[in-house]
């Protein structure tokens, strides 16, 4: 058997209620179970959060930078999607 | 590789070097040119094997501790110190390389780590020494690195640099206790000042007409400031603090110069530097051992904790 080093889990940290979880590093651990409390060790040591998640790296699949401009680019021509596309007459209340 | 190729490269390398003169970030899967990739790794991974060979200096007094109060904090520094290893070790993976061959190169040899961890503790206020000095040095350092291009290293550089401070404080206010303690307490703190500051400042890297700082570093912002500047910064923080405590820098040739608002240093030792830096310091072997034997030890704790989690994984299955 190779010498291991354990797989890596991202994780994701709650710093207070109703907020996201966000991404915060990873960690090595042999299961889910050590991966949360190492997780809690090295990310939470000052009460940096309420709640953690972690996921297998391996799990985790990502957009890729070389093609960031033609992904994202369906949504730069649609401007009619945003609020400030309408112009509505001075002297209209809530809208 | 063909022309083509040539002008794509040429054409990224463009990209690249815009993208960091923007201010903007380099993120793991963005391209980068070989050279910033290996530069990183081998000042990341440095930096992971320094966080994490610093611990032993320091646990050599854990269990020494002169009171319940210290010890917790130590306990608590130490701590820190594995976690900044670990931050170090996330970050330096994310550019293809894994934790196995990093540790493989402290272990061998192959891979350095900080100078300063291979002289001895040989007193309680060295512990307090390291975290004023050694931790104070490292902070001028991280505080730059913190602004520098990769993404990942900038980030754990921002986290390190808040938990670092605690460690400089509470360093301090050793030396501040036993400055202010009997005669033999003082007598202690000006030993261990005297046998730290020279390595101390030694450990911010060769002087800059030893060390031409690459001026491709500095534009891919890998490097943010060269290695005599952070050590004024930090001898000119640093001596006002000696003085407050009534401990004397020791330096003969030290004097403030009321123009430039700096301090002047003597003459720096690189000869020692050098020779520790190459192995021959006080406690480079008794480190690369201490480290080894760690790794050896463990290795049937990682077997049996990843064969439980798959016997595990296989009785759910």
């Known amino acids: 058997m190779t010498d291991t080093q354990w797989p890596v889990w991202e994780v994701f940290v709650q710093a207070n209620p109703g907020i996201p979880h966000k991404h915060v590093g990873n960690v090595h651990a042999a299961d889910a179970e050590m991966a949360i409390q190492n997780a809690r060790d090295v990310y939470t040591r000052r009460s940096e959060g309420i709640s953690i998640w972690v996921v297998p790296a391996n799990s985790i699949s990502a957009s890729s930078p070389e093609d960031q401009g033609s992904f994202f680019e369906p949504s730069n021509d649609k401007p009619y999607r945003h609020p400030t596309f309408y112009k509505i007459p001075e002297g209209v209340k809530y809208l | 590789m063909n022309f083509i190729g040539i002008m794509e ?4 390398l463009a990209a690249f070097e815009a993208k960091i003169a923007s201010g903007q970030k380099i993120e793991p899967k963005d391209w980068m040119p070989e ?8 000042m990341m991974s440095q930096h ?15 269990t020494r501790a002169p009171n319940l109060r210290r010890k917790a904090i130590l306990l608590a520094k ?11 070790y996330s970050a330096t993976e ?63 550089m921002v986290r390190i640099c808040k938990e ?24 202690m703190a000006q030993d261990a000042l005297n ?16 060390s031409p700082n690459s001026d491709q570093l500095m534009r891919w912002k890998v490097k943010m400031e060269s290695n005599d500047a952070i050590r004024q910064r930090f001898i000119d923080r640093t001596v ?6 009534g401990l004397s820098i020791p330096d003969k040739d030290l004097k403030f110069n009321e123009q430039t608002g700096h301090y002047e240093h003597g003459p720096i030792n690189w000869e020692e530097f050098f020779e520790v830096i190459k192995g021959n310091g006080p406690c480079n072997a008794k480190r690369l051992k201490a480290r080894n034997d760690a790794d050896k030890k463990g290795r049937w704790v990682r077997d049996a904790a990843m064969a439980y989690a798959e016997k595990k994984k296989a009785k759910a299955a």
């Open chain 2, 48 to 62: 992971a094997h320094s966080e994490i060979v610093g611990m032993l200096p320091e646990g050599n007094w854990i």
């Open chain 2, 78 to 88: 130490v701590q820190d110190e594995a976690g900044h290893g670990l931050y170090l």
């Open chain 2, 35 to 42: 050279a910033y990739r290996k530069q990183l790794i081998r």
């Open chain 2, 9 to 12: 490269d040429e054409k990224k």
């Open chain 2, 164 to 187: 670092e401070s605690f460690h400089n404080r509470q360093g301090y206010e050793i030396m501040m206790h036993l400055a202010q303690g009997t005669p033999e307490q003082k007598a």
């Open chain 2, 195 to 210: 046998r730290w500051w020279w390595p101390s400042i030694m450990m911010l890297g060769p002087s800059d007409d030893q």
């Open chain 2, 94 to 156: 994310t550019l293809g390389i894994d934790r196995t061959e990093l540790l493989d190169q402290l272990h061998t040899g192959k891979a350095k780590y900080s100078s300063i961890f291979n002289y001895p503790t040989l007193t309680w206020a060295d512990i307090g020494a390291i975290g004023w000095l050694v931790d104070g040095a490292a902070i001028m350092n991280q505080t730059a690195l913190a602004r520098g291009s990769y993404g990942p290293y900038s980030r754990a």
């Open chain 2, 240 to 245: 006002p603090q000696a003085d407050f405590i």
